[in-house]
């Protein structure tokens, strides 16, 4: 694997009626929003009434996705995208593709988060590859944040401005590597997209 740093740029019941919570679970895992892997959880609830407005685009940084497997770190671009690492497992990609990465100015506007306080990721990948695994976005929180005050929660922004919920997992301080040190969070993609996340306070 190679470390890289950017520089810029059904079940039924037994009365035969269709078990609704089964029902979600299959169909989460059918698509691809469901990661086995342990420490990856799925926010309970979606907020509701959100809208996002979307705005311009600022690409940021691009990099080669390797069948072998990649790190690559945004870096030095003067963003609020600095800092974000993406992880990509070997046998994600089946030959090298590229990745962009950007930043979308658009806003996000939910009744009980007065201001959007994270930035929004735009990923693209290079046309017609599906990834067998998904690609882990390890995003540092800003200092001084206390994780015990309240839970992140990641979006995907679908092309009508709804939000629909991303595997993430908590945020936790990370000591283990040099280009990861800090308080994280990680989401994880099989698709490309935008991307946004929030914290809002534990209830």
């Given amino acids: 694997m190679r470390m890289r740093i950017a520089t810029g740029t059904k079940t039924m019941t037994r009365t035969g009626a269709p078990n ?31 809208f996002f407005t979307p705005g311009e685009t600022m690409p940021v940084a691009e990099f080669v996705a390797l069948p072998t497997g990649s790190v690559y770190q945004i870096c030095h671009t003067d963003t609020p995208l600095d800092g974000i690492v993406f992880h990509v497992p070997p046998g994600t990609v089946p030959f090298p593709a590229n990745i962009q990465i950007a930043l979308n100015t658009g806003i ?84 490309p997209g935008l991307f946004t996340w929030i914290m809002k306070p534990h209830l």
């Fill in 108 to 191: 996000l506007r939910m009744p009980d988060i007065p201001e959007h306080q994270f930035p929004v990721l735009q990923i693209s990948f290079e046309k017609n590859i599906r990834l067998a695994r998904p690609v882990r976005v390890s995003v540092p929180l800003p200092w001084g944040t206390d994780p015990s005050a309240g839970a992140v929660t990641a979006f995907s922004v679908n092309e009508d401005g709804s939000l629909s919920l991303v595997m993430s997992s908590p945020a936790g301080e990370v000591s283990g590597t040099n280009h990861e040190k800090g308080l994280r969070f990680s989401l994880y993609t099989f698709h």
């Fill in 20 to 50: 609704l919570t089964v029902m979600m679970l299959m169909t989460l895992i059918l698509t691809g929003t469901i990661l086995g892997d342990s420490g990856v959880v799925m926010s309970g609830t979606l907020p509701h009434n959100q």
